[in-house]
């Protein structure tokens, strides 16, 4: 069982960077994969960013250039650096892990493990 603590979610202005943190109780590495998912409200989930246990990143196009997905092994977290926010960014943010072995999708999974979520709330 792994859990998953997500963290650094807050109130920031229009053009301002947030780090969004992922702590796992257990090594990173035992997941094929570790991924970033937002959800805003009345919207699906969708997703946002992606890490490979090889170190493969992988990140949406709506993001891309402005979202940094990266990992600290020896701390068991996982990293989304937001910077150049827009008011459409705003969602909660969520961590997720994907399981030991097998097939694993960065954008589709299987993610068998979720955070709890963080808000992110830019403003203009």
């Known amino acids: 069982q792994v859990q998953l603590v997500e963290s650094g979610g807050g109130l920031v202005q229009v053009g301002g960077s947030l780090r969004l943190s992922c702590a796992a109780s257990?090594?990173?590495?035992?997941?094929?994969?570790m991924g970033w998912f937002r959800q805003a409200p009345g919207k699906e989930r969708e997703f946002v960013a992606a890490?490979?246990?090889?170190?493969?990143?992988y990140t949406s196009d709506s993001v891309k250039d402005r979202f940094t997905i990266s990992r600290d092994a020896a701390k068991n977290t996982v990293y989304l650096q937001m910077d150049s926010l827009k008011p459409e960014d705003t969602a909660v943010y969520y961590c997720?892990?994907?399981?030991?072995?097998?097939?694993?999708?960065?954008?589709?999974?299987?993610?068998?493990?979720w955070g709890q979520g963080t808000q992110v709330t830019v403003s203009s």
């Open positions: 997720a892990a994907g399981r030991g072995e097998g097939y694993y999708s960065p954008r589709y999974g299987p993610y068998d493990y």
């Open positions: 890490i490979r246990r090889s170190g493969v990143t």
């Open positions: 257990g090594s990173i590495f035992s997941s094929n994969g």
